[in-house]
């Protein structure tokens, strides 16, 4: 999966967010994601709460 800054050099929000959905998105909704930044979550939390990624 590609992912991370998109403030740097070769960034892209497009496809940081299309590889997010198509990637993660698309596993179980109890799928635990361990993001590196921040606290457990699952997969089912982050489509219904996450205001950057939520389902279009």
Same mark, same amino acid.
């Given at each position: 999966?590609?992912?991370?800054? @998109? =403030?740097?050099?070769?960034? =892209?929000?497009?496809?940081?967010?299309?590889?997010?959905?198509?990637? $993660?998105? @698309?596993?179980?909704?109890?799928?635990?994601?361990?993001?590196?930044?921040?606290?457990? @979550?699952? $997969?089912?939390?982050?489509?219904?709460?996450?205001?950057?990624?939520?389902?279009?």
């Amino acid at each position: 999966m590609r992912g991370g800054r @998109t =403030d740097l050099l070769g960034g =892209d929000w497009e496809t940081l967010v299309e590889s997010i959905r198509g990637q $993660v998105f @698309t596993l179980p909704k109890e799928t635990r994601i361990l993001s590196g930044h921040g606290g457990e @979550t699952r $997969v089912g939390e982050e489509k219904a709460g996450n205001m950057f990624l939520g389902e279009e």
